[in-house]
């Protein structure tokens, strides 16, 4: 009995690259989509709004209200008003990240091992956990829909997704509420989303770095 449940449980742990191809078909038709979000941080000298980016192939640009900008790509900070980037700045290519093979190089940059995939319960869900539950990289998204639950990296920051709905009516973007920001110590803070919608006016030339070096004039 036990040796029929174990193979039963094992026929739901789908390889690592097939749940990378998995959350590609399931983000073919992303588009990019900004979003604004209230940050509740441990620090007083932490911004209180921040609005957000994300461009499918582009990567993300971040801006606070208190003027500050930040320029990434691929879990790279490339450009930004102070560096190193702020800790509040969760990792969030892979949301809408639709690209088989720029996923698979994007995880495996962060260390994540896809050989290792093991499933385990996040939250109420179920979720694959790529990397392996000991890896020190992870990347965990629900079993079903494939949508991004954690990150986990190896310098023990970590970032939770939870609470996704779709933001501005039938067909708008499907986007965590809340995004719980941690590191090593513990929770350093959460994004909750206000509001969010698609962003078809970004152009390549908005994810530049002269972006960055702009006078960048708080938000209203």
């Known amino acids: 009995m036990r040796l029929a449940l174990a193979i039963a449980l094992l026929g739901y742990v789908l390889p690592g690259?097939?749940?990378?191809?998995?959350m590609a078909a399931q983000r073919s038709r992303a588009e990019a989509v900004r979003f604004e979000a209230t940050l509740d941080g441990l620090s007083e000298d932490w911004p209180e709004r921040v609005t957000i980016e994300l461009h499918p192939?582009?990567?993300?640009?971040?801006?606070d209200d208190r003027g500050g900008r930040w320029l990434v790509a691929e879990g790279q900070v490339l450009a930004g008003s102070r560096?190193?980037?702020?800790?509040?700045?969760p990792p969030l290519d892979l949301l809408i990240m639709r690209d088989e093979s720029r996923i698979d190089r994007f995880m495996r940059?962060?260390?994540?091992?896809?050989?290792?995939?093991?499933?385990?319960?996040?939250?109420?869900?179920?979720c694959f956990v790529l990397g392996g539950r000991?890896?020190?990289?992870?990347v965990r998204v629900d079993k079903d829909s494939f949508e991004l639950l954690e990150i986990r990296l190896t310098d023990g920051?970590?970032?939770?997704?939870?609470?996704?709905?779709v933001w501005g009516g039938a067909g708008g973007p499907r986007l965590p509420s809340e995004i719980q920001i941690s590191d090593s110590f513990g929770r350093i803070g959460s994004l909750s989303l206000a509001r969010a919608s698609r962003a078809?006016?970004?152009?390549?030339?908005?994810f530049s770095p002269r972006w960055v070096e702009a006078a960048a004039a708080p938000l209203p």
């Not at 940059?109 to 179920?126: F, I, S, T, W």
């Open 17 to 22: 690259e097939v749940v990378v191809e998995q």
């Open 57 to 63: 192939t582009r990567g993300y640009r971040v801006a």
């Open 157 to 165: 920051r970590r970032a939770e997704f939870g609470g996704y709905q």
């Open 83 to 89: 560096m190193p980037a702020p800790t509040w700045i």
């Open 200 to 206: 078809s006016d970004l152009r390549a030339a908005d």
């Open 109 to 126: 940059r962060l260390g994540v091992d896809l050989g290792a995939n093991e499933l385990a319960r996040c939250g109420e869900q179920d």
């Open 134 to 138: 000991s890896g020190a990289a992870q």
